[in-house]
């Protein structure tokens, strides 16, 4: 697993977001907020490494999924997927993160391209729009983690790594998602954080190791539309 430092941003996000364990506390509505969308002017990033990563929609080329471990990848799964990708940067929070959200038809992509929002699931993402010296050679990268159940005085966790990597800058990128699907006994508070500590799932996943690996590999298709001329 990545750095703490890699962490710090999803944790963030999904305590704000999608942090809850049945019976042991109550859930915490989110509030994404509305303000101008963080695209920047040339509608580019760059990364750590000097790769570009183009802000736009993406056509997924290929997807692998490792149900049983994250040695090597797994089966193709494309076809079970939405073809399209959105990539932008959104401040939701006051802060700008870079979010990679699966679409339907580009029209749809098109639209959601000038919300703020942080739109939800996203199977990758979203990061902290910040270069990370120790990403080597991933653009970004993020924990999220969640306390899925409670049952029996346990905490059930399942936890994402996920990052996204500049393969050809300006024309393709690979995403990755390694799964964790873990337990830790529970301990004695009040609320959600108190029973199921993120740490503690961190240190569960550490031990037992992956569960799953996804891999995608999308091509740059269009960048986001100007919202002056639509």
């Not at 056509?59 to 040695?71: A, E, L, V």
């Not at 494309?78 to 679409?103: E, H, K, S, W």
């Not at 004695?188 to 996943?205: H, I, M, N, W």
Request: charged content about 25%; overall charge negative.
């Amino acid at each position: 697993m990545r750095s703490k430092r890699s962490m710090i941003l999803s944790l963030v996000a999904v305590l704000a977001l999608c942090f809850f364990v049945t019976g042991c506390g109550p859930d915490e509505p989110s509030d994404n907020g509305n303000g101008e969308n963080g695209n920047g002017e040339n509608g580019n990033g760059e990364n750590g490494n000097g790769g570009e990563l183009s802000f736009g929609i993406y056509s997924i080329d290929d997807w692998t999924y490792n149900r049983d471990g994250c040695d090597v990848e797994g089966d193709s799964v494309a076809d079970q997927r939405d073809p399209y990708l959105l990539v932008n940067v959104i401040t939701p929070f006051g802060f700008p993160m870079l979010q990679a959200y699966l679409c339907a038809n580009l029209d749809d992509c098109r639209e959601r391209s000038f919300s703020n929002s942080l739109l939800v699931p996203q199977t990758f993402g979203p990061w902290d729009y910040e270069e990370d010296e120790e990403s080597n050679g991933w653009f970004l990268s993020g924990i999220e983690t969640r306390a899925v159940d409670f049952i029996d005085e346990t905490c059930h966790f399942e936890i994402r790594d996920t990052s996204l990597q500049i393969v050809d800058p300006g024309q393709t990128i690979v995403l990755e998602r390694v799964e964790y699907s873990v337990t830790s006994p529970a301990q004695e508070g009040d609320s959600a954080s108190d029973c199921c500590p993120e740490e503690d799932g961190f240190a569960a996943a550490e031990a037992e190791g992956c569960s799953g690996l996804q891999v995608a590999q999308a091509s740059f298709l269009e960048p986001l539309p100007d919202p002056e001329t639509e």
